[in-house]
């Protein structure tokens, strides 16, 4: 019985920490970081849980050297991040040649890809389309009918969240691709 409660407890060990310190980005050279490796699942559901069902993001894109930076009504559900705008803005043809982009909310930075996912009335859109009226109605009868509107649906890469509480600051690093979560406390100069 003792065996397996060992066995068990060191299992456990490993799940919660052991992983990281061995596997994990060196510190000092001599040990792995331990937070590398936390659950990325629930660090994941609270980011999108802190940017709320929808939301105000500058989303930035870039083509030939020539940023450009909207604000943007952004709807979050899914696991991504659904904005709309017209084909015939600057930033749909810089998109639609280089999907790559970040936005940015307060204190957090999101990179991501987007893809165009057809007229926000399409019915794969239904739920863009509800929510869209729910939080947004003016924005939705104004422009959704427009035949050149187009949902665009982001998907994050890679997340830098900055949480200030109480003094301190902490940075969570979210990796989408590698589903890995780094933690690292702010040192300022203080």
């Known amino acids: 019985l003792q065996i397996f409660i060992s066995i068990g407890i060191v299992t456990l060990m490993w799940i ?3 992983f990281s310190l061995v596997f994990g980005d060196s510190i000092g050279g001599i040990i ?3 937070f590398q490796y936390m659950n990325f699942k629930d660090k994941k559901e609270e980011f999108f849980d802190r940017l709320g069902e929808s939301c ?3 989303l930035a894109s870039c083509l030939n050297d020539y940023p450009m930076a909207s604000m943007m009504t952004c709807l979050v559900y899914d696991g991504a991040i ?6 015939n803005f600057p930033k749909y043809q810089q998109i639609s040649h280089n999907p790559k ?4 909310k307060d204190a957090t930075q999101i990179e991501g890809e987007a893809v165009f996912c057809g007229s926000p009335l399409d019915e794969s859109n239904a739920k863009f389309a509800r929510l869209l009226q729910k939080y947004h109605r003016e924005s939705f009868e104004m422009y959704s009918k427009v035949p050149t509107e ?3 649906k982001i998907r994050p890469t890679k997340v830098t969240d900055w949480l200030y509480e109480a003094g301190s600051s902490e940075i969570i690093h979210l990796n989408f691709e590698n589903e890995t979560v780094l933690v ?3 040192k300022n100069s203080k």
């Open 184 to 186: 690292e406390q702010y």
């Open 82 to 87: 659904w904005v709309q705008t017209d084909k």
């Open 16 to 18: 919660f920490g052991g």
């Open 56 to 58: 105000y993001m500058v």
């Open 101 to 104: 982009v970040a936005l940015c």
């Open 150 to 152: 187009v949902v665009i």
């Open 32 to 34: 792995g970081n331990p």
